[in-house]
C-alpha cells in the first residue's frame, strides 16, 4: 500500500507559477512509477506528466509540455509538478497517482485526496 498526500496548490494569475508536492509513504516509494492527473470541473480526468523509476523516465500530456515540469526525490519519497506559464485552462483539482512497473499514461492504482490549483485572468 501507498499512501500520497499532495500539497502546493493554491490561487496564482495567469502567467504565475506553482509547485506541487506529493509526498509518498507506505511500501518502497523507488519502486513506482509516479504520475500527476486532473480534473476540472465538469470535464473528465486527464493525464498531466509522469515519472518512472530508477531512471527517472518522463512522459508529458501535449499541452503541458514545456510548461510542467515533474521531478522526484526518492530520499524525501516527494514527487513534484513545477507548474510554469500558467493559464486559466489549467484551473483544476490535480492528484497525485502511484502504480508498480513501467511509467505509464494510465492504470494508476493509488490515489491522493487532490490540491485545488486556480488560476485566474
Known amino acids: 500500500q501507498v499512501q500520497l498526500v499532495e500539497s502546493g496548490g493554491g490561487l496564482v494569475q495567469t502567467g504565475g507559477s506553482l509547485r506541487l508536492s506529493c509526498a509518498a509513504s507506505?511500501?518502497?516509494?523507488?519502486?513506482?512509477?509516479m504520475a500527476w492527473f486532473r480534473q476540472a470541473p465538469g470535464k473528465e480526468r486527464e493525464f498531466v506528466a509522469a515519472?518512472?523509476?530508477?531512471?527517472?523516465?518522463?512522459l508529458y500530456a501535449d499541452s503541458m509540455k514545456g510548461r510542467f515540469t515533474i521531478s522526484r526525490v526518492s530520499a524525501k519519497n516527494t514527487v513534484y509538478l513545477q507548474m510554469n506559464s500558467l493559464k486559466p485552462e489549467d484551473t483544476a483539482v490535480y492528484y497525485c497517482?502511484?502504480?508498480?512497473?513501467?511509467?505509464?499514461?494510465?492504470?494508476?492504482?493509488?490515489w491522493g485526496q487532490g490540491t485545488q490549483v486556480t488560476v485566474s485572468s
Open positions: 515519472i518512472g523509476w530508477p531512471g527517472g523516465r518522463t
Open positions: 507506505g511500501r518502497t516509494f523507488t519502486t513506482y512509477a
Open positions: 497517482a502511484a502504480r508498480t512497473g513501467l511509467v505509464s499514461l494510465n492504470d494508476y492504482g493509488y
